[in-house]
């Protein structure tokens, strides 16, 4: 029993010197006052205190400073009863820890933006204590900061970080009720951006989250399945719009236009319309003629070609029959109010309209029909038929006097109003005498 007794003295002994020994490497080789304050490494009501330590005083300093805010923005988020409406139901959670620890970060990560956090200064620091302490071989600067920080000033805190996440929610309601409104590629972009930001801040759980995500969502369809639709396509002008559904949209952004052949002379935001016109003078009548145009928006693209007819508005006609008179009211040598048919054979599919015909039967007086006005369109034969009302004399207005005739047909395009002549030379006419 005895040995027992020596031998625990012993070891206790051992201890003892042990501990003597490291305290005595740690010595005190300088400090900022003669006697350590008494709120060192205490609690103070009214006060946060903290303590850091560093290779230089400086930096000491600052790491104290970084912490009073830490504890400050941690005694926000451990008292903040709610973030917004959606989390009152919250506690009951099954995975509540989780939540808790996720809305903890997020509350702390927000709070540190209060102009309060933002304004902790060495300037507001109540009280202050340092020692240099050195270790072995090791000297470390050891900081002792004194910071005010009441019950008010944390209750007025928890007020703001409130009233700031209500901003949120305000923000975000009002820009997703902005989405059905919106018809503009790039202001849709920047919403994009903002409801990001938006939805970055808050936790998964938070469902302010998901709505900012399909307000997101809603908008990447928009920017990613735009379209062009046609307007009017008419050589050498195309007009157009941009749409998103039935929603006609716009964009500031020039659209990229080019051509296998065409100069492209201008391209105009007239909105909610584009106005593209270009010069087709050095094409050839080639039915793969055509503009292609892309407009971009920040998540996709749309395209499309319009393909254009040089001979659109050309107008040129032939007579490919004979010419023939027949009928009328036969008075002996006179015939007066004969039918006339000429076939004509246009080359193009545009629209005309004859306006007058004249035959010359040798050198006699020719037989001028005008007023006739009558409009054909497309491409191939058209029959024209019109009476003569003046009375004809048989023995010279006849095939059998004058087998081939002269004359001009005068026609005009209904489209652009353009006038043109086909002139007739040894024509071949057929009359009914």
Known sequence: MKKSIRALLVIL???????????????????????????????????????????????????????????????????????????????????????????????????????????????????????????????????????????????????????????????????????????NLEEMGQTVKELEALAGGFIDVDPRKDKANVGIAKLKEILRNFSIETVNNTLGEIRLVLKAGDKTVTTSRKPKVNSNCAKIVDVRNKKPEWVITYSYDECYEDPDNLIKVAFMSAYGRAKSEFFFNISAEKIDIFVNNDINISGGNDSGADVADTKCLISLTSKYATAFEIEKVILNFGKEAPIIIDGINKTFEGEGKHDLDFTISQALTKEIYSSKANPMIKGTIHYKSVKTGEKSIYKMYNQKVTTGW
């Not at 104290?64 to 009863?81: G, M, P, R, T």
């Not at 917004?84 to 009951?92: A, I, L, P, Q």
């Open 13 to 183: 002994g051992l201890v003892s010197f042990s501990t003597q020994t490291q305290a005595q490497k740690v010595k005190v080789i300088d400090k900022s006052e003669k006697k350590k304050p008494d709120w060192v490494n205490s609690l103070a009501p009214g006060y946060i205190i903290t303590t850091s330590s560093n290779k230089t005083l400086e930096d000491a300093k600052q790491k104290a400073l970084v912490k009073v805010k830490e504890q400050i923005v941690s005694s926000v988020a451990d008292n903040i009863q709610t973030s917004s409406e959606y989390f009152r139901s919250e506690n009951t959670s099954n995975n509540n820890s989780e939540f808790k620890e996720s809305f903890q970060t997020a509350t702390k990560t927000r709070a540190a933006d209060i102009p309060f956090i933002k304004g902790i200064s060495l300037t507001n620091v109540a009280a202050s204590y340092w020692e240099q302490l050195k270790e072995g071989d090791n000297t470390k600067f050891y900081y002792h900061m004194k910071y005010p920080f009441s019950k008010e000033q944390l209750q007025t805190l928890i007020k703001e970080y409130e009233k700031a996440d209500k901003a949120l929610t305000d923000q975000l309601n009002a820009i997703l009720s902005r989405i059905p409104t919106l018809n």
